[in-house]
């Protein structure tokens, strides 16, 4: 292993001759003896030394303190300083230039060599630890999310370059500033800066986990990026009431399912298409159920995921009638049970077409079950209360009320009137209760009309 090389900053002559003398008999190779901090500044660029020892009181305007500070901060050379002063005030003013060492003088032999060897080997674990951190960095800027640290305040502590390309910046630039001042040279036009806010001080405040599922940055050049982010609280020792966040940019997948959707929609259009052709009656049916079930369900707030599979199971929940001749279906008169048996088949027909049909939520079930009742009186399966699932139990009234309100072939309409009264008198019995009492308050605040 090759010696490593000492310089020694000293004024006085004797002292600095000395040291070098029991440097040079533990094996350390000393160039030079400077008394002068500026031209200890000049040597060590030019030389750069494994280590410096620093008198703290030198000759020249730059005393110890300022030349060690200069020469750590530029080239990270480890330095131990060397003084006959130990008063608090020196002491204090050294250990800003962040030493590796002091000796008193005068010094033992032994006591020197003991502080080199400790002052190298602190000096490697910095230097491993910097090299750590540098690749650490590296491959969280290499990361295609944005990944950030933000303080209570919003302020950024700590971005990667996938964020700074987002803000047009860089991520230097945005350290210690709001998402509010980034904003103003940044490609996002439209942002909701108090949601983000609310959020943060949730997770900071809160100490807990947020997972916000997809949120939409509108761009200057009129494009939209969806973003998954996750939010966590971090506990520093040094910066209370961080957090660390990591987004992950869904838009490829949002564009996806956008189209997935379309071609859901147009798959369904394409069934009652074929459902008209055949029965225009029935595809009216199910577009006016349709419209009644979306209101019911906004009323009830469910949420739009559950609102699209409603949609879509209601607007074909008579599908199945398909493999019911036409005749059957638009006949005048009174139904012989065995036609009624043949209607009855319709709901199980529908699930068979339908279960074909890749479709995000249980849309095969949802018609198979939408002439069931919570009694267990309707059919196929006779299933009661909690066996049935909600979406079906919505169909069923407004199935229900569409019919009575509307023309049929075997008879006129019977009316609005008629139809609020079936399902108030069945409430809790054949319909459920929250269901039926969400549309009564539809009709009260005049909320729905099939003619809309």
């Known amino acids: 292993m090759a010696a490593k090389t ?35 500044i000049r040597e060590a660029r030019q030389h750069k030394p494994d280590l410096i020892l620093m008198d703290i009181m030198i000759e020249g305007e730059i005393n110890g303190i300022e030349a060690a500070k200069r020469i750590y901060h530029d080239l990270g050379i480890p330095i131990i300083f060397l003084t006959a002063y130990a008063d608090e005030k020196i002491l204090k003013q050294a250990a800003e230039s962040s030493p590796f060492g002091y000796l008193i003088k005068p010094f033992e032999d032994r006591e020197l060599h003991a502080t080199i060897e400790m002052a190298f080997y602190k000096s490697d674990m910095e230097q491993k630890l910097k090299r750590n951190r540098n690749f650490l960095l590296k491959v969280i800027d290499t990361v295609p ?25 860089t991520p230097k630039e945005m350290i210690g500033k709001t998402d509010r001042e980034l ?21 900071i405040k809160g100490k807990k986990k947020v997972l916000i599922p997809e949120e939409s940055y509108s761009l200057d050049d009129g494009k939209k990026i969806w973003f998954q982010t996750t939010k966590v609280p971090l506990d520093s020792p040094d910066i209370p009431d961080v ?104 709901p199980q027909a529908g699930f068979e077409i339908l279960s074909s049909i890749n479709f995000p939520w249980p849309v095969a079930k949802i018609v198979l079950q939408h002439h069931e009742r919570l009694d267990g009186s309707g059919y196929p399966n006779g299933l009661k209360k909690r066996e049935i699932i909600l979406e079906a139990q919505i169909i069923a009234v407004a199935d229900v009320i569409e019919a009575m309100a509307s023309h049929r072939p075997y008879r006129p309409a019977l009316g609005m009137d008629k139809a609020i009264e079936e399902v108030e008198s069945h409430k809790g019995v054949l319909y459920n209760k929250v269901i039926v009492d969400t549309f009564l308050d539809l009709i009260k605040n005049n909320e729905f009309s099939f003619t809309n």
């Open 145 to 169: 999310s944005n990944i950030f640290v933000k303080d209570k305040n919003g302020r950024y502590l700590m971005v990667n370059t996938s964020i700074a390309k987002l803000y047009n910046t």
């Open 6 to 40: 000492i310089i020694i900053v000293e004024d006085e002559k004797i002292i600095a001759e000395d040291i070098k003398s029991t440097l040079v008999r533990f094996k350390y190779k000393v160039p030079h003896i400077i008394s002068n901090g500026e031209v200890a």
């Open 243 to 346: 957090l660390l966040g990591v987004s992950n940019d869904i838009t490829p997948l949002k564009n996806s399912f956008t189209r997935l959707q379309e071609l859901m929609e147009e798959t369904v259009n394409g069934l009652i298409l074929a459902v008209e052709k055949r029965d225009p009656y029935t595809a009216g049916h199910q577009r006016r159920v349709s419209m009644l079930t979306n209101a019911i369900g906004v009323k009830m707030n469910l949420d739009q995921f559950q609102l699209d599979g409603l949609r879509i199971a209601s607007i074909v929940h008579d599908i199945g009638k398909l493999y019911v001749p036409s005749e059957i279906l638009s006949k005048p008169g009174r139904l012989t049970e065995a036609e009624f048996a043949l209607i009855k088949t319709h």
């Open 183 to 203: 904003l103003l040279n940044s490609k996002i036009t439209d942002i909701d800066l108090e949601k983000i806010a609310k959020e943060d001080l949730e997770v």
